[in-house]
């Protein structure tokens, strides 16, 4: 499917893709090639994705993480998870749908497998609530890895959210509390945890799913205390200096693996992952594979005490 949207800085590559476009409804006419007209516009299409998706600025990549068109939940599931069994609810309120999770088998591995979904079209993003979950999508979450504890299944999460729901509601439920147990699970299990941030990774939304053993971002992913947006109106009392505060809080994966946060990152298809999102999922599933190999069958105790240690160890490579 060819994409639907392009952003700002796309846009010189979106003209180009438009006369591709034009060319491929035409018959060849005359002495002028189509294939060959097609094929040149193609090679300078594919230099300009070079040329730009090399140098991209921390708030090009927060709008790149936010691309409507990247790999969500639900395409993971069909490209990466056989036998998918979807588990529901968190015995004590609700379902929410911003967590999505359940049971399958990853390259032929057994594992209990989780993540945010925002939902790929308006009716899906109001489903999902945009991948905001609630109190109750965190007590699923925890139900889910203490199944996985019980029954040794090792734990795989996909992350790609702006943050908790910040409603009333949410509040009421003790969103705060329900987010801190989540963490408390990740730390306390005693099965590997190999956590993904394929997006946006925001803030305790986020972590709440990503305290893992392995933790991978794909090379345009982002993970952060806060949106730009939301530092922005703390610090300079307007959102219009949302590219600044993108650069000062070292958002992108590439500061994340320098600072120790993130332990690898996967190289997505050239101009994005939202490109080809079967292809940044193939390699995705490929890096998730080699890191549960070094982890499966390791003591249980020895890697809860590794990943407590990781977490209370982190951001002293950014000090030194």
């Known amino acids: 499917m060819p994409m639907r949207s392009f952003l700002d800085f796309e846009k010189p590559i979106a003209e180009l893709e438009g006369k591709i476009e034009e060319l491929r409804h035409l018959t060849d006419a005359g002495d002028i090639n189509i294939a060959e007209e097609v094929g040149k516009l193609q090679v300078k299409v594919d230099r300009l994705l070079r040329q730009t998706y090399g140098k991209l600025t921390a708030w090009q990549k927060v709008q790149v993480a936010r691309h409507p068109e990247r790999p969500h939940f639900q395409d993971v599931v069909r490209i990466l998870v056989e036998d998918y069994m979807p588990l529901a609810g968190d015995r004590a309120f609700a379902e929410d749908r911003a967590i999505q999770g359940g049971i399958g088998r990853l390259r032929g591995r057994s594992v209990i497998v989780m993540g945010t979904e925002k939902g790929a079209d308006t009716g899906e993003r109001v489903k999902h609530n945009f991948g905001m979950a609630k109190p109750e999508g965190y007590r699923k979450a925890r139900r889910l890895m203490e199944l996985a504890d019980r029954f040794r299944l090792p734990v795989i999460t996909f992350v790609d959210t702006p943050g908790a729901y910040p409603g009333v509601d949410a509040e009421q439920r ?86 120790g946060v993130a332990d690898e990152i996967v190289p997505e298809p050239l101009g994005g992952a939202h490109r080809d999102p079967k292809a940044a999922l193939d390699a995705l599933g490929e890096r998730i594979e080699w890191a549960l190999q070094q982890l499966v069958g390791q003591d249980g105790g020895t890697l809860k005490a590794r990943r407590r240690s990781k977490f209370l160890e982190m951001g002293k490579k950014g000090l030194s």
Do not use: F, N
């Open 174 to 259: 003790g969103q705060a509390e329900a987010i801190a147990r989540a963490i408390e699970a990740c730390l306390k299990l005693r099965v590997p945890l190999v956590a993904c941030i394929v997006g946006e990774g925001g803030s305790g939304g986020a972590i709440a799913l990503a305290a893992g053993d392995k933790v991978l971002m794909l090379e345009h992913a982002i993970y952060s205390v806060i949106s730009p947006e939301g530092c922005a109106s703390i610090l300079w009392r307007s959102a219009d200096h949302a590219q600044d505060a993108a650069e000062a809080l070292k958002l992108t994966a590439q500061d994340l693996l320098r600072l």
